[in-house]
């Protein structure tokens, strides 16, 4: 079992920055991929970042290459998305999520857990 807390979300203006954080608990942290996925109203959810268990490998959705940055650190079991110039159409909320099946790379379809959703908020 994981258990995932992303903390972080909020309201910001266009061009802003905001960092949001997921706190994992349960299993040895330094043996799985993490990822962060979102989804926005009346859409699917969709794939942002993923890191793998070193924090060697990074994958980023096409929208969000060039501003968004995932980041881990294993001493604090925690997984980072630092977020910039954000953009209106970044508004969702966003989720972390956990494949312990993979050390490598997180894909919708190998999450195994999900975080409860932190909401993000770009204003125009």
């Known amino acids: 079992q994981v258990q995932l807390v992303e903390s972080g979300g909020g309201l910001v203006q266009a061009g802003g920055s905001l960092r949001l954080s997921c706190a994992a608990s349960?299993?040895?942290?330094?043996?799985?991929?993490m990822g962060w996925f979102r989804q926005a109203p009346g859409k699917e959810r969709e794939f942002v970042a993923s890191?793998?268990?070193?924090?060697?490998?990074?994958y980023y959705a096409d929208s969000v290459k060039g501003r968004f940055a995932i980041s881990r650190d294993n001493a604090k079991n925690t997984v980072y998305l630092q977020m910039n110039s954000l953009k209106p159409e970044d508004t969702a909320v966003y989720y972390c999520?956990?494949?312990?099946?993979?050390?490598?790379?997180?894909?919708?379809?190998?999450?195994?857990?999900w975080g409860q959703g932190t909401q993000v908020t770009v204003s125009s």
């Open positions: 890191i793998s268990w070193s924090g060697a490998n990074t």
């Open positions: 999520a956990a494949d312990v099946h993979s050390s490598l790379k997180v894909t919708t379809r190998g999450v195994d857990y």
């Open positions: 349960g299993r040895t942290f330094t043996t799985y991929a």
